[in-house]
């Protein structure tokens, strides 16, 4: 039996309005997740400026160096000298389509298996899986930005190819096994009208929140800070990229890093190794203990290059109306 969970109003045509979602009474083909409470949550220690904290009597004067990576740098656990670990896990998800079409391409910086997903910032970084309008289930990445509100692709919500999404569940932390965060329904979302008049892979308007129903899970787990950077900044920004590729082993957690080769108003482009699943992922850029997105990880971007809609103002300004959802 199905409930509807998200609707606003009641509709009778085929083309439901994407607030119109319904869920199983089960959960889609996981289990355990909801329950999972296994993080170890005493502290979001990137919620401060360690280099400020208890310094006597004001006595401190930051540092200026001038570098070709942004001023960011890599997350440590993709640092290019840590070990590429390869799956233990066996058994795929699936065979489902994990991105209907818009496709994502490798590169050099290899994906890295995140096996510990409690640690920062993979505990803020969640699985979709995804019931279309039309064709298999998919799966999809979205990443914490405030107490309840999760960012994401607008193609996950609603796919140029495969149409309005009819569930979604939002497994925090999964690990290949159990959703250390835990597994949580969609009750709200919102992207911009520009994208339902024109859903396609090459539009800069990929990008969209989705509110869950625990109010106070980014509270317990820490989430992502958001910046609208000028263009300079991006001249070889170091940036990192986690999501869930479909078509590795139980659509585990992995991530790359990588730099920006180029950028736009609406995109960025960088040679991290990207799959189809990761979809609606953070392109994050390290500060000391800051975890900054500049973008949202949407498709392959030609070449050995992949592609994230750019956090430029309009992404901005809607991350900022609804991350106290």
């Known amino acids: 039996m199905r409930r509807q969970v998200m609707a ?7 083309n439901k309005p ?6 199983d009474s089960v959960p889609l083909s996981f289990n ?16 401060v400026d360690a ?5 006597r009597e004001g ?8 570098g070709t990576n942004g001023g960011s740098t890599y997350e440590r656990m993709l640092r290019p000298s840590a070990p590429h670990p390869e799956s233990a896990l066996t058994g795929p998800v699936g065979q489902e389509s994990a991105s209907g079409g818009l496709h994502n391409l490798g590169s050099p910086n290899a994906l890295q298996l995140i096996a510990d997903t ?15 309008e039309k064709g298999p289930m998919r799966y999809g990445t979205a990443w914490l930005i405030g107490p309840r509100t999760l960012a994401t692709a607008a193609h996950n919500l609603l796919h140029p190819e495969v149409g309005a999404t009819q569930a979604m569940l939002v497994h925090l932390a999964f690990d290949g096994h159990v959703a250390r965060g835990g597994t949580y329904r969609v009750i709200d979302n919102h992207f911009l009208s520009g994208w339902r008049q024109r859903s396609s892979d090459i539009s800069p308007l990929d990008f969209a929140v989705i509110k869950i129903e625990d109010p106070e899970i980014g509270n317990r787990r820490g989430w992502f800070g958001f910046a609208d950077y000028e263009d300079a900044k991006f001249n070889n920004m170091i940036v990192n990229v986690f ?18 080769v180029q950028s736009d108003p609406g995109f960025l482009w960088y040679d991290c190794q990207t799959e189809g699943g ?23 971007g030609g070449g050995s290059n992949n592609r994230g809609a750019r956090l430029n103002n309009a992404a901005y300004d809607m991350f900022m109306q609804y991350q106290s959802w």
Do not use: C, Q, W
Not at 59 to 66: A, H, P, V
Not at 243 to 260: D, E, K
């Open 278 to 300: 990761m979809s609606g992922g953070p392109v994050i850029a390290v500060f000391g203990e800051e975890r900054i997105a500049v973008g949202i990880h949407i498709a392959g």
């Open 18 to 23: 994407i607030s119109d979602f319904t869920v």
């Open 118 to 132: 409690s640690r920062i910032p993979a505990r803020s970084v969640a699985l979709l899986s995804i019931t279309p």
């Open 243 to 260: 999501g869930h590729p479909a078509t590795r082993p139980r659509a585990a957690m992995y991530g790359s890093a990588g730099r920006v």
């Open 51 to 55: 280099s400020r904290h208890m310094v």
């Open 59 to 66: 006595r401190f004067k930051n540092s200026f160096m001038m």
């Open 32 to 47: 355990g997740g909801i329950e999972a409470e296994l993080l170890d949550l005493t502290d979001k220690s990137d919620a």
């Open 8 to 14: 606003k109003r009641k509709s009778t045509t085929r």
